[in-house]
């Protein structure tokens, strides 16, 4: 498969210049943040709430960064800066601003610390560097850290400043979520945030769909994509009711996993040819994470024991991390570091797309059987042939 020139424009987290069919409610949350002349005392909040896929991480990173290019327009004291963390799979009010003193300084450490101390540090610094700031706390839902500590020290800075010392620069916080992650977050304590309703986002049209992934795909490989493939992803985005974010994972996948090619009936067929990984890894990532996220020490574990069971021997670490990098650079997975762990971090992995519809070719030639002899030729086997036992793995650690 020839390389794609522009693959980084497929990663999730990266920020289209224009937000297709967005542009409202992208000018509505501006306008309830009040860059240029806001009516009442900062901080500033609002939130763009909307069901999985809708674009509320794009409208809300769009909305920062228009905030942030008025700002500057208006000289409010500084360089303005926007600081954009996702919130699914940080640990409580601790995570949230560790990850928030980390986009300011790669290097913090914030292990050993208590939550407020973090907080503190993240005020201090905020108020020192005495420039305008923007906070986009995305992915919020049901399940995810507590966000009421981190509002609540936005709007009562002072409680963490040092003795003498009072107010912050100007500061908006932008809230992005499902319906029940914000609702969760307005019942922990949003009355004492000075903020709004929430914009709330409607599901993409079809139609809408196909111009997001036209223009992700020609942006990717300079070059328009065949319309059939279009529709074909995006028809596939709306039965599995996943929006635009479906949409892109399957734009990934046929870009960098499978190909579509028309039949003379004029439907659409798949050529397979996947990431080339060893069946036991994808089954052991499977097993740790439950669909979810799993802790890289588990999938090691786990992987050793299926490779003995499959009758060659576990992967090196480097080879084992060779193919997470791999399932990572095709948008199936995608490492994390988080507080924890005897070291003070955890290293895990965050499944993007469920692991059953992982295109993946078996790969074996770096592989030992048990009796030492190299398993067979580079070339992959079909995955039928590959049949992995089945044995009793015992229920993974729930990942903090």
């Keep these: 498969m020839p390389p794609i020139p522009h693959a980084e424009v497929l990663a999730r987290d990266w920020l289209p210049p224009t937000a297709l069919g967005r542009s409202r409610e992208i000018s509505e949350l501006v306008r309830r943040l009040e860059p240029g002349a806001p009516r009442i005392a900062g901080p500033w909040v609002a939130g763009v709430v909307g069901a999985g896929g809708s674009g509320t991480s794009t409208v809300a990173r769009r909305a920062a960064r228009e905030v942030a290019d008025r700002v500057r327009v208006g000289l409010h004291g500084g360089v303005p800066r926007v600081l954009a963390v996702r919130t699914p799979f940080l640990r409580g009010?601790?995570?949230?601003?560790?990850?928030?003193?980390?986009r300011m300084d790669e290097g913090f450490d914030g292990r050993g610390f208590p939550a407020p101390?973090?907080?503190?540090?993240?005020?201090?610094?905020?108020?020192?560097?005495?420039?305008?700031?923007?906070?986009?706390?995305?992915?919020?839902?049901?399940?995810?850290?507590?966000i009421g500590p981190i509002l609540r020290a936005f709007a009562e800075p002072d409680r963490f400043l040092p003795e003498g010392e009072s107010g912050l620069p100007p500061l908006w916080t932008i809230l992005a979520g499902t319906y029940e992650g914000l609702g969760a977050i307005r019942r922990d304590g949003w009355t004492r945030v000075r903020a709004g309703p929430f914009v709330e986002l409607s599901p993409y049209a079809p139609s809408a769909l196909r111009a997001i992934v036209r223009d992700?795909?020609?942006?990717?490989?300079g070059h328009p994509l065949v319309p059939a493939t279009v529709d074909a992803i995006v028809a596939r985005s709306v039965e599995d009711g996943g929006g635009a974010q479906r949409a892109i994972e399957l734009l990934r996948r046929d870009l960098l996993g499978v190909s579509y090619r028309e039949r003379r009936d004029g439907t659409l067929s798949s050529r397979y040819q996947g990431i080339s990984v060893e069946p036991w890894v994808v089954r052991a990532i499977g097993a740790a994470s439950e669909g979810q996220a799993a802790r890289l020490g588990e999938v090691r574990r786990l992987e050793e024991e299926l490779a003995r069971a499959h009758g060659a021997r576990p992967l090196p670490t480097t080879t084992l991390w060779r193919r997470i990098v791999r399932l990572e650079q095709a948008g199936y997975v995608r490492r994390e570091i988080r507080p924890g762990g005897a070291g003070g971090t955890l290293s895990v992995l965050r499944l993007l797309t469920p692991v059953d519809e992982w295109v993946t070719t078996p790969h074996r030639s770096e592989s030992r059987p048990a009796d030492g002899r190299w398993s067979g030729s580079g070339d992959p086997a079909p995955a039928e042939s590959l049949e992995i036992p089945s044995i009793d793995l015992p229920r993974p650690r729930d990942v903090p």
């Design 93 to 102: 009010p601790h995570g949230v601003a560790t990850a928030l003193v980390q």
């Design 117 to 146: 101390e973090v907080l503190a540090g993240l005020l201090r610094r905020i108020r020192r560097e005495s420039r305008p700031t923007i906070v986009v706390l995305d992915d919020i839902g049901v399940g995810g850290p507590e």
């Design 216 to 221: 992700r795909a020609e942006r990717a490989l």
